[in-house]
């Protein structure tokens, strides 16, 4: 492979007490609370125009489910967030207090632009500083010291170089933790297949009521949508005869948003890849616009508005950590005593891809899929925030440690937003304490995560995290 060297001079920022690497849930919520708690200077960096990620760049418009048929179990500023767009019309028409706060797998949608104005006027209030259409492209790291010393970004006014006293890598792809060579899995790589991705998209001119009253002349446990997809398929409709659909679902009184088509093999850690199948995205987008108006009863004069600006990546890299949150973690219902969140969704794998076998199997393994009860949860460690060794670098969201199943349950916005909540106050801890990253006093970081409103009931505490 031929190189060419790139040697040039950049302007070096006065340094911050924290930069936060994309504006994700979790990287919004690390950023907002380390803010909050006093840290000094706080950098949040997005390659796009808003905060939110997937939830906004991403369209996916809904929010899992955030309780487990008798609590609210996701509490701190993910319960702020969802508690003043519920106050502020920012969610679903359909939406009640009991969606969020104490219904059994129920999905929370909303107002795509009410969330992007709410996480900007969190980030102004607590003075954190937003860089948006910036991108972090290099790193200045200790590779023995296992700690950072500064981030090389860029956007339209150049190359900079912004030192810092820790780190939060919310990007999704583990882009700042692969920077600097922490151990991680890949899809495709390190497992067998990857998760099937999905470009999701909003609609209008949907007449809900009519949809609903046809889905009620249903028997028992069918689905309009579904059963119209598969009468679609049978007739040749879809380039591909993908049988999996999550659905449309309504996020205003005639809007819906759709979170359906798969792009199979997606490699998002490739450009070729994220670009072919964008396009692809796009063309699905329109087959399920025609199958929605043809097919399906209230979709008569449905309208596309518009397809996402990011792909739904299910699946990329993840980080190895000072812990793995396992699968049979999430069977035995664990609990640990640095967990930073509760959670409760049954292990969410799409179909790998269209053949006949796959669906079998996804229909089997759906049947007898891992899923906890109502009022039952699992809780989420603190270690797997970490990167195994590192001492200034913490990571929240899609590409914490975990093994594949259980990333299959976490990778949501909910989680997420937990996550970088813990992120940025064990951030803040640490630059107050001195302790490192991987050798925090979580007694300590519980006990403010507490008092910030999150909820973790674990009656005994550490000093030390959960480790392998």
Excluded at 31 to 53: D, F, P, Q
Excluded at 76 to 89: A, D, F, N
Excluded at 272 to 285: I, P, Q, T, Y
Excluded at 439 to 455: K, S
Aim: net charge neutral; hydrophobic share 40%.
């Amino acid at each position: 492979m031929k190189t060419w060297r790139l040697e040039r001079d950049i302007r070096v920022e006065d340094p911050y007490d924290l930069v936060v690497c994309g504006g994700g849930p979790a990287g919004a919520a690390a950023a907002i609370c380390a803010a909050r708690l006093g840290a000094k200077k706080v950098l949040l960096v997005e390659s796009t125009g808003c905060m939110g990620g997937m939830g906004t760049s991403g369209l996916v418009t809904a929010f899992d489910p955030m309780a487990n048929g008798e609590e609210m179990l996701v509490g701190g500023l993910m319960r702020e967030i969802v508690e003043t767009l519920y106050k502020t019309g920012g969610l679903g028409p359909s939406v009640k207090p009991e969606t969020f706060n104490k219904n059994y797998m129920h999905w929370t949608p909303f107002r795509v632009e009410s969330y992007k104005r709410l996480l900007d006027e969190l980030c102004i209030a607590a003075g954190v500083e937003v860089r948006f259409f910036t991108r972090l492209i290099d790193v200045d790291a200790d590779a023995d010291a296992k700690k950072i010393r500064g981030v090389v970004l860029h956007n339209i006014e150049g190359y900079t170089y912004v030192p810092a006293k820790t780190f939060v890598d919310s990007t999704g792809d583990a882009v700042l933790s692969d920077l600097c060579n922490v151990p991680c899995r890949e899809a495709g790589r390190d497992t067998p297949r990857i998760m099937p991705a999905t470009l999701a998209s909003l609609f209008t001119g949907v007449e809900f009521s009519t949809m609903w009253a046809a889905q009620k002349t249903m028997p028992p446990g069918k689905n309009i949508q579904h059963e119209m997809l598969f009468k679609a398929i049978g007739e040749g409709h879809f380039t591909q005869p993908d049988k999996h659909l999550p659905g449309m679902s309504q996020v205003g009184f005639n809007i819906g948003y759709l979170n359906g088509g798969h792009m199979f093999n997606l490699n998002a850690l490739r450009c070729r890849s994220l670009s072919d199948n964008v396009m692809l995205g796009r063309k699905l987008a329109y087959e399920y616009t025609e199958f929605y108006r043809k097919y399906v009863p209230g979709c008569e004069k449905i309208e596309h508005v518009t397809t996402a600006s990011l792909i739904g990546v299910r699946e990329s890299r993840r980080i190895v950590g000072e812990y793995e949150l396992n699968i049979e973690d999430y069977q035995a219902r664990r609990h640990f005593p640095d967990q930073i969140g509760l959670f409760n969704k049954f292990v969410d794998i799409h179909p790998y891809d269209c053949s006949d076998a796959e669906w079998e199997r996804f229909q089997f393994e759906k049947s007898m899929r891992h899923s906890l009860k109502p009022g039952e949860s699992f809780g989420i460690p603190y270690s797997i925030l970490v990167a195994k060794d590192w001492t200034n670098l913490w990571v929240a969201g899609r590409c914490t440690s975990s093994d594949v199943q259980v990333h299959g349950v976490i990778r949501v916005q909910p989680a997420a937003s937990m996550m970088g909540q813990a992120a940025g106050t064990a951030a803040v801890q640490s630059i107050r304490t001195g302790e490192p990253a991987n050798d925090l006093d979580t007694r300590e970081l519980i006990g403010t995560l507490r008092a910030a409103g999150a909820n973790l009931p674990q009656p005994e505490l550490s000093r030390d995290m959960t480790r392998a």
